[in-house]
């Protein structure tokens, strides 16, 4: 059964620091999907990776796939308090998502 | 282009009851997937529905239960609650299921059911 695990759990980060939010998956997919959430909210799509090397940014957030480490990692430069949110990784089975534990990222003025 | 929708937004029940809740899925789709998401943890799969059939079932005992209509709008029942289905559950639709065509699933607002 495919298993998704992320880490760090929980990420306390001061503004203007970079860090990378690990997401790794126990079988082959050659999708993965990173979401974004605020309390109390629903997932807001952050990138969508569909093939080995996917290299993704958006503004202070980089999303990159290596299908044969079955490894993607979320890389957040210069964070700003605006990024305070908890991030999870989804990879794609059959016809489902199977997410990770999600990575709560506190970021610190 | 209209999204994923869900209703109702919140909802509270006692231990025992039964609830529906609902979904319609986002224009173009013919594929609907739920989840359920309990206080800090990630969205676990519960089932997805294609041509009002279920296609595929998470780990969810039989009281979890749904349809799907012809205009591809879905229902999730779940009797007898118990207090551990408190959980925000999140609809995503997405085009023609079980193929091998890149087809993102797209997720509503939610909705978050309290049980006591």
């Known amino acids: 059964e495919l298993k998704v695990e992320q880490n760090p759990l929980f990420l306390s980060m001061q503004e203007g620091k970079n860090y990378t939010i690990y997401c790794n998956y126990s079988?082959?997919?050659?999708?993965l999907y990173w979401y974004r959430q605020d309390p109390g909210k629903s997932l807001e799509s952050l990138f969508v990776l569909l093939s080995n090397g996917a290299v993704k940014q958006e503004g202070r957030l980089m999303a990159s796939l290596d299908t044969k480490a079955r490894l993607s990692t979320l890389h957040i430069t210069a964070a700003v308090h605006d990024l305070s949110a908890t991030y999870f990784c989804a990879v794609a089975g059959t016809y489902k998502y199977i997410f990770g534990t999600g990575t709560r990222l506190k970021v610190l003025a | 282009e209209t999204g994923v929708t869900q209703s109702p937004t919140h909802l509270i029940k006692t231990r025992g009851q039964q609830v529906t809740l609902r979904c319609s899925s986002q224009s173009g789709h013919n594929t609907v997937s739920w989840y359920q998401q309990a206080l800090g943890q990630g969205p676990q799969f519960i089932f997805q529905y294609y041509r009002e059939e279920e296609n595929g079932r998470g780990n969810f005992p039989p009281r979890f239960s749904g349809l799907q209509f012809p205009n591809y709008s879905s229902e999730l029942n779940v009797n007898a609650l118990e207090l551990d289905d408190s959980a925000l559950y999140l609809c995503?639709?997405?085009?023609?299921?079980?193929?091998?065509?890149?087809?993102?699933?797209?997720f509503g607002p939610g909705t978050r059911l309290t049980v006591l």
């Open positions: 995503a639709s997405n085009k023609e299921a079980g193929t091998s065509v890149y087809n993102e699933q797209f």
């Open positions: 079988t082959t997919s050659d999708r």
